[in-house]
């Protein structure tokens, strides 16, 4: 066991919500200084949260998170190394007292980064008991310790969810398990965490299928497992509105790993479960880049489609390295990239109740405490110059005009039968019998490509 540096004189109980001196790194806020030199990483450049884009400030149209699974119980591991990251206030134990001491130097954390969200698992917060009941009553606890310390600091749940993928029993999936058994025991588990982020007036609440999914057709009833998945979330829906709890439901899609192949694979997969059971007027999706391109697309394409359907309800703002080909949940760095991103929220108005949520962890090189203020610095200050760059994209609607005109054929007579769904295949062929066959229209990608490019140069 490591030694660990007390978070506060009240190591156990809820009767204190202190958050002095819990996050060694001595700054009160991150600040904003864009003149700032280049080595000065523990300053903002960019994000200047009160600052007005396009009607908003940066604060309303990024609303930053920091997830708890990653920055709080990240600990360097993979799947060829042992744990490389041990922090100081935390001694390595499931212990209530160990699991009260980490929360309060998340919220100091948190404070001293200056966002207004958080998001975690349930797993992530309370250790599990021998049965569900104690299994409950540490969640209870560690969410008694929650409210007390987002009433003292300002910072709300934008989304709590269920970890329905890391216990052994989990192994043959949750809502897709082919034993009732299970099946079950998911099901309550996520009752108690509608009940949790009604209690902490979570804005959204996230449903990830870690394991629903197969490695093998073999042994899957793939029809039964997805109908399953369907009934899970129509029992969620009830449950939610039987308690009143208001917050977004979503569905973040994720192609492969652990699973060799998961039901909600990408976006459109996702769209498409959604109507075909008719769940989507309840649910949204939670995009995940990172996840985006281990489905073979580009880093914004499932953001980009989501909204596209109106489905796009919040984003968990990593990257990956598609070199590698695997979930390397990197803190997004590449301005282009957030970019693409910060252009969608602003075509759609916004992300909110959803946000950007740093679904990032730091790698298990980056060993220094201040490493993990550093990463969300970073991450922070690209999504900021990214959003002044798409706001500028928009304003002068030059690639939106080029879009718009490269479609405009279809705003003739014969046009818009087709886009409103009453057009002839008759039709089309009077109209070729009166305007001859087709010149070819070019894409000009590298028109696009070059014209983008001048934003960033």
């Known amino acids: 066991m490591s030694s660990f540096a007390p978070a506060s004189n009240s190591a156990s109980g809820t009767g204190s919500a202190e958050l002095v001196n819990t996050f060694p790194v001595d700054i009160a806020k991150v600040p904003y200084k864009p003149d700032a030199a280049i080595t000065d990483v523990l300053c903002f450049r960019y994000y200047n949260e009160s600052e007005v884009i396009m009607g908003k400030t940066m604060q309303d149209w990024m609303r930053f998170s920091v997830c708890y699974w990653h920055t709080f119980r990240g600990t360097g591991a993979d799947p060829f190394g042992f744990p490389t ?14 699991a009260e001491r980490r929360m309060r130097v998340a919220f100091d954390f948190m404070s001293k980064l200056g966002v207004k969200y958080w998001s975690f698992h349930d797993r992530d917060i309370a250790p599990e008991g021998a049965t569900l009941q104690e299994t409950n009553k540490n969640l209870d606890r560690m969410v008694e310790l929650a409210s007390e310390l987002q009433q003292k600091t300002g910072i709300k749940l934008l989304w709590n969810t269920c970890n329905l993928f890391a216990h052994p029993r989990y192994c043959n999936g949750a809502a897709s398990n082919p034993d009732l058994h299970v099946f079950a025991y998911a099901a309550a588990q996520v009752k108690k965490s509608l009940e949790v982020g009604k209690k902490l007036g979570a804005e959204n609440f996230v449903f990830w299928g870690g394991r629903e999914g197969y490695h093998t057709l073999l042994n899957t009833d793939v029809r039964a497992e997805v109908d399953q998945i369907a009934s899970f979330f129509k029992m969620a829906i009830e449950y939610k509105n039987k308690i009143g709890f208001t917050g977004q439901l979503l569905i973040e899609p994720k192609p492969k790993e652990p699973t060799k192949h998961q039901y909600d694979y990408d976006a459109m997969t996702v769209i498409a479960f959604l109507k075909t059971y008719g769940l989507d007027k309840d649910f949204k999706l939670n995009i995940e880049p990172n996840h985006t391109t281990l489905a073979g697309h580009c880093h914004e394409h499932d953001v980009v489609m989501a909204s596209a359907f109106e489905l796009l309800g919040s984003i968990d703002s990593n990257t990956g390295s598609p070199d590698l080909g695997w979930d390397t949940d990197q803190f997004p760095m590449d301005v282009k990239n957030a970019a693409m991103i910060m252009k969608v929220v602003l075509d759609q108005g916004g992300l909110a109740p959803g946000g950007l949520n740093f679904d990032c962890k730091v790698r298990r090189e980056s060993t220094d405490v201040v490493d993990m203020l550093i990463s969300h610095v970073g991450a922070m200050d690209c999504f900021a110059k990214a959003l ?24 003739s007579e014969l046009g818009a039968k087709v886009k409103s769904g009453i057009a002839t295949f008759e039709e089309c062929e009077q109209f070729i019998f009166q305007n001859g066959n087709p010149s070819k229209l070019s894409g000009q990608q590298e028109k696009y490509e070059t014209i983008l490019n001048r934003y960033f140069l």
């Not at 990251?85 to 160990?98: F, G, H, I, V, Y």
């Not at 002068?396 to 054929?409: P, V």
């Open 388 to 411: 002044r760059v798409a706001a500028k994209i928009k304003e002068g609607g030059i690639l939106d005009g080029m879009k718009k005109e490269r479609y405009s054929s279809f705003s």
């Open 85 to 98: 990251l041990q922090r100081p206030w935390d001694d390595q134990t499931d212990s209530m007292e160990n």
